[in-house]
């Protein structure tokens, strides 16, 4: 079992940067496929970066790419997402996700129902 529980998320303007957290327990985080999602009202959940196979891959959503940031500190056993450039339309809350499965179907790596293991959700709000 991991236990995962995010922090980091905000209030800022449009252009601001943000340091998404998410710590685990139950678990080393580094056996696992790690990733980001997000939500915003009205809207389904949105996988927006992970890293998936046993070579460490980063993979981002288009939407994202080159603003965003994933990593973990294995000696922390916390992974984070880096928010830079903010826009209104990345307003959501942002969920961390954990499975104890590594892949090379990159089909799967940003498929919510890949993931066993959730935070609870981190507001990010963006104002233009």
């Known amino acids: 079992q991991v236990q995962l529980v995010e922090s980091g998320g905000g209030l800022v303007q449009s252009g601001g940067s943000l340091r998404l957290s998410c710590a685990a327990s139950g678990s080393n985080l580094d056996l696992y496929a790690i990733a980001w999602f997000r939500q915003a009202p009205g809207k389904e959940r949105e996988g927006v970066s992970c890293i998936a196979d046993s070579e460490g891959t980063a993979y981002y959503t288009d939407s994202v790419k080159g603003r965003f940031t994933i990593s973990r500190d294995m000696g922390k056993n916390t992974m984070y997402l880096h928010v830079n450039d903010l826009k209104p339309g990345d307003t959501a809350v942002y969920y961390c996700?954990?499975?104890?499965?590594?892949?090379?179907?990159?089909?799967?790596?940003?498929?919510?129902?890949?993931?066993?293991?959730w935070g609870q959700g981190t507001q990010v709000t963006v104002s233009s």
């Open positions: 996700a954990a499975t104890g499965t590594l892949t090379t179907n990159q089909a799967l790596w940003l498929a919510a129902n890949w993931y066993t293991y």
